[in-house]
């Protein structure tokens, strides 16, 4: 089975920075992805950033392209999310989840899911 823990969110104002980890174990695939998503309460969760196994495929959100670089380190079996210049509307619980290499966007792509790391942005 495969695990997945985020870690490192807390709170931050706006403008500052945040680098969120998730770090997984278990049983894992060679053409898995990486995939970061967030739900602020009350609304729906959406798709953050996403990365291959490799490194060599990133995708963004729009919201968040320019601000966030996701990233990871084989070795350590962990994949980071750098988040700068934190808006209010950043505040939220983000999840990191595992896929295979298609519909990395979606959560019905995903198939391995963290509990959540929650972020909030104060003014």
């Known amino acids: 089975q495969v695990q997945l823990v985020e870690s490192g969110g807390g709170l931050v104002q706006a403008g500052g920075s945040l680098r969120l980890s998730c770090a997984a174990s278990?049983?894992?695939?060679?053409?898995?992805?990486i995939s970061w998503f967030r739900q602020a309460p009350g609304k729906e969760r959406e798709f953050v950033a996403a990365?291959?196994?490799?490194?060599?495929?990133?995708d963004y959100a729009d919201s968040v392209k320019g601000r966030f670089t996701i990233s990871r380190d084989n070795a350590k079996n962990t994949v980071y999310l750098q988040m700068n210049s934190l808006k209010l509307e950043d505040t939220a619980v983000y999840y990191c989840?595992?896929?295979?290499?298609?519909?990395?966007?979606?959560?019905?792509?995903?198939?391995?899911w963290g509990k959540g790391t929650l972020v909030t942005v104060s003014s």
């Open positions: 989840a595992q896929g295979a290499l298609v519909r990395w966007r979606y959560e019905a792509g995903m198939d391995y």
């Open positions: 278990g049983r894992t695939f060679s053409n898995f992805v």
């Open positions: 990365i291959s196994r490799s490194g060599g495929i990133t």
